[in-house]
């Protein structure tokens, strides 16, 4: 069964401060791997998006890594902002016919002044 | 702006009643993809269309029901409506049922009284 576990599943920062939340995935056979922001109660909106082949990829002071082998990825969030408040979701997408994108449950972060 | 829009964005039900949501795709996409986000959940994939066709489906029941118009907009139905299929439901439109790159609607919170 395709999986996506995210940790931790809530977290607290100070502004200023970098934070990273950690995605597990067990989604076969593996397309391509990404981060969305949800503010509450709205639609998510995607930060990255990396392939097999990508390591890295950074938008602003967001960077995502990944690592296929492991099936782990990161995303690390540089000079928290109190707008980086939050649900960051790890999404999994998979080779198929049709999207079978697999979701995680998300970290909520909340960026403290 | 993602340029995917959903109506209404609130919803109010009684049990038993059926309803339909709407999503307007982003411009040039063909593709259409439901989602139904329960509280504190991540988004569980219903269903996807595709050039008008239904492209796969998700583990709901037939009472979900979809719709999608010679423009790419979508219709999700739902029928005898249950207290448990209160959600915020998301439509993410793509170019191709690979889905690449999704973008997601600010959602329709349906709530069942």
């Known amino acids: 069964k395709n999986q996506v576990e995210q940790s931790p599943q809530s977290l607290i920062i100070l502004e200023g401060k970098n934070c990273t939340l950690q995605?597990?995935?067990?989604?076969?056979?593996?397309?391509?791997l990404r981060w969305y922001k949800q503010d509450t109660g709205r639609g998510p909106v995607s930060l990255t998006i990396?392939?097999?082949?990508?390591n890295t990829k950074s938008n602003g002071r967001y960077t995502a890594t990944l690592d296929a082998d492991t099936k782990q990825s990161s995303l690390h969030i540089t000079a928290s902002q109190l707008s980086d408040s939050a649900s960051y979701i790890c999404?999994?997408?998979?080779?198929?016919?049709?999207?079978?994108?697999?979701f995680g449950k998300g970290t909520m972060l909340l960026v403290s002044p | 702006e993602t340029g995917v829009t959903q109506s209404p964005t609130h919803l109010i039900k009684t049990r038993g009643q059926q309803v339909t949501l709407r999503c307007s795709s982003q411009?040039?996409?063909?593709?259409v993809s439901w989602y139904q986000q329960a509280l504190g959940q991540g988004p569980q994939f219903i269903f996807q269309?595709?050039?008008?066709?239904?492209?796969g489906r998700g583990n709901f029941p037939p009472r979900f029901s979809g719709l999608q118009f010679p423009n790419y907009s979508s219709e999700l139905n739902v029928n005898a409506l249950e207290l448990d299929d209160s959600a915020l439901y998301l439509c993410?439109?793509?170019?191709?049922?690979?889905?690449?790159?999704?973008?997601f609607g600010q959602g329709t919170r349906l709530t069942v009284v």
């Open positions: 993410a439109s793509s170019l191709g049922p690979e889905n690449t790159e999704a973008f």
């Open positions: 995605c597990n995935y067990t989604v076969s056979p593996f397309s391509n």
């Open positions: 990396m392939t097999f082949s990508e």
């Open positions: 999404v999994v997408s998979a080779r198929s016919g049709y999207s079978t994108l697999t």
């Open positions: 411009s040039g996409h063909n593709t």
């Open positions: 269309y595709y050039r008008e066709e239904e492209n």
